[in-house]
């Protein structure tokens, strides 16, 4: 059968198609491809419907380098972190990768140590090997102003997810960790707890500072006071958990609840009181945060605290695809107590 001129333009079989194959088949410029691509505003609607289709149809895939080579910039999102909870950097990054989903842009991770003294410089060299277009903050390197004010110097977008307002409303998600630990006093004094406990996060991190002060300011508005003895500090680890229940548990006379400032510490509680033959709840209530898939893993399942972290990736990543400069609202997710079978009244 004789070939078309439409064959003739087609790319050859086993060869990937490129942006001139597509202007030829489209009988459009290169140019007007290239603003397809690019979400430019600047073309007819019928013939972005007919360029798309197109491109479907022989598979063609733009290249993120020639992009980010013609534009001067990646099209790349990097996502920074210093957090040892494995399932909430897992669950940002699923938001991330939701709001990314046909815009062109791909996510790139960098875990760092925020103690070392040079981490800052570290973060600087990625940004700019990368060329990126923006980054994430994760707490606990989004409280650090140091680095927003070097990601300012670089000319590098951001945006940063803490537990209050610390940037201007188009940088910032807020998650407001001390109403969902106040909402964890309320519903344990709710139950006749006075005898309560809590185990909190580094001290170095916003978020433990937020759950704490929201935590034992409900207390007190009900007229609880938290001894010092009965506030200790651990790690957002399991391992941590367990040391701190021991301190808890093994005392002359122990709390009837304990809130954990993450689910991982709640664990645990649950290693301890199993080992020592305390019954949760009967003899102990816990309640975690995060509300993380191993709250209701456990047994008996754990009341905790559910932010929606994904949708709070999601949140940050979109926040840096938005280039209109509007004002924008504070973004905002809002945190909320899952009750399960960890609490009841003490006995």
Not at 47 to 62: A, C, F, I, S
Not at 121 to 139: E, N, T
Not at 288 to 294: E, N, V
Not at 317 to 323: D, H, I, S
Request: charge should be positive; include cysteine; hydrophobic fraction near 40%.
């Amino acid at each position: 059968m004789p070939r078309t001129k439409e064959d003739d333009a087609r790319p050859v079989r086993g060869k990937a198609a490129t942006i001139n194959d597509i202007a030829r088949l489209a009988g459009v410029s290169k140019k007007t491809v290239s603003r397809i691509i690019n979400r430019s505003p600047l073309v007819r609607a019928d013939t972005r419907d007919k360029v798309e289709t197109l491109m479907r149809e022989v598979g063609y895939v733009p290249d993120p380098m020639a992009r980010g080579l013609a534009f001067r910039r990646s099209f790349l999102i990097g996502m920074i972190y210093d957090n040892p909870t494995a399932q909430y950097i897992v669950d940002i990054q699923y938001g991330a990768l939701d709001a990314l989903r046909d815009s062109g842009f791909e996510l790139v991770v960098h875990p760092c140590d925020s103690r070392s003294p040079n981490y800052v410089d570290g973060v600087r060299r990625f940004v700019q090997q990368q060329k990126l277009h923006g980054v994430m903050l994760v707490p606990r390197v989004s409280e650090d102003q140091a680095l927003a004010d070097m990601l300012d110097d670089v000319g590098c977008r951001y945006a940063r997810i803490a537990a209050v307002a610390l940037d201007a409303p188009d940088r910032i998600v807020v998650t407001h960790d001390r109403d969902g630990a106040a909402e964890v006093a309320d519903y344990l004094q709710s139950l006749g707890h006075r005898e309560v406990a809590m185990i909190t996060g580094p001290a170095a991190y916003r978020s433990a500072i937020e759950r704490t002060h929201g935590f034992v300011g409900a207390l007190q508005r009900r007229g609880i006071e938290l001894p010092p003895s009965r506030l200790v500090e651990a790690g957002y680890t399991f391992e941590s958990g367990v040391a701190a229940a021991e301190k808890l548990l093994g005392a002359k006379k122990r709390p009837t609840a304990i809130f954990c400032g993450n689910d991982e510490m709640a664990a645990g509680v649950y290693r301890v009181a199993l080992r020592t033959g305390i019954q949760i709840p009967k003899q102990l209530s816990v309640v975690g945060y995060d509300d993380s898939p191993l709250a209701s893993r456990l047994w008996p399942p754990l009341t905790s605290v559910r932010r929606d972290t994904r949708d709070t990736g999601r949140m940050a990543a979109a926040m840096l695809l938005q280039t209109d400069g509007a004002p924008r609202p504070l973004s905002s997710v809002r945190p909320h107590l899952v009750i399960r079978d960890s609490c009841q009244p003490p006995a």
